[in-house]
């Protein structure tokens, strides 16, 4: 077998992994998942899972970054759409997080428990995806301090304290706090307070 094609199975196999351990450890949990469970689970021995992960928190960092990054590709894709002013941007991107965030936490998920550990054990992982975050939210920024709509002096500031009042749509622990019509009202009166504070900046510099 080339070494191209046992790339690909052994990046198939991971995958299948992946998928199998995600549904498990929503459902169940870290702390009441195993090794053996997860392999179970995709189908193969434990001795045969760890030729690919070398231990339960690698799993889950790998979910959690699979589930990250599919989130993020979503929020770069209305950052990216030209047909969207800066401030349907900022709408449409508090509106994703919570959106997504609603599709993980169902009645009987676990991500509490999850996002728990991943942000103990692996808070760098954590860090990085939120620049990420920081960055699409400072592009929107540019952008509008571009067309004239916003007047932002430090647009990375800015976009750090953005993100940070996203927070609560960002978590899924928070969801369950409210229903869905509930959380979708109250990002966009978070992100039309914004607006308004970033509007009246331009209007002052005018």
């Known amino acids: 077998m080339a070494s191209s094609d046992l790339q690909i199975r052994t990046d198939d196999i991971r995958e299948a992994i992946l998928t199998a351990a995600q549904v498990r450890l ?5 702390h009441k998942t195993t090794m ?3 392999a179970q689970a995709a189908g193969m021995s434990a001795a045969n899972l760890y030729r690919y992960f070398k231990s339960k928190q690698d ?6 970054t699979r589930c990250i990054d599919e989130r993020l590709q979503a929020l770069r894709a209305i950052v ?6 800066p401030s349907e941007k900022l709408l449409r991107y508090a509106a994703e997080l919570v959106a997504d965030s609603h599709a993980l936490a169902g009645a009987d998920s676990m991500i509490g428990e999850l996002v728990d550990t991943i942000t103990r054990e692996r808070r760098e992982l954590v860090r990085s995806k939120h620049e990420v975050h920081f960055g699409l939210i400072r592009e929107i920024l540019s952008a509008g301090n ?3 709509e916003f007047a932002i002096e430090d647009t990375d500031a800015c976009a750090r304290n953005i993100f940070g009042a996203f927070a609560l749509f960002d978590i899924p622990i928070f969801i369950g706090l409210y229903d869905r019509k509930e959380f979708d009202t109250r990002a966009e009166g978070v992100v039309r307070l914004l607006l308004e504070g970033l509007r009246s900046k331009a209007v002052s510099h005018e």
């Open 26 to 30: 929503l459902r169940f949990g870290y």
């Open 146 to 148: 571009a067309s004239g």
């Open 36 to 38: 053996v469970e997860i």
């Open 59 to 64: 799993i889950v960092a790998e979910c959690a």
């Open 80 to 85: 990216q759409d030209p047909d969207c002013s």
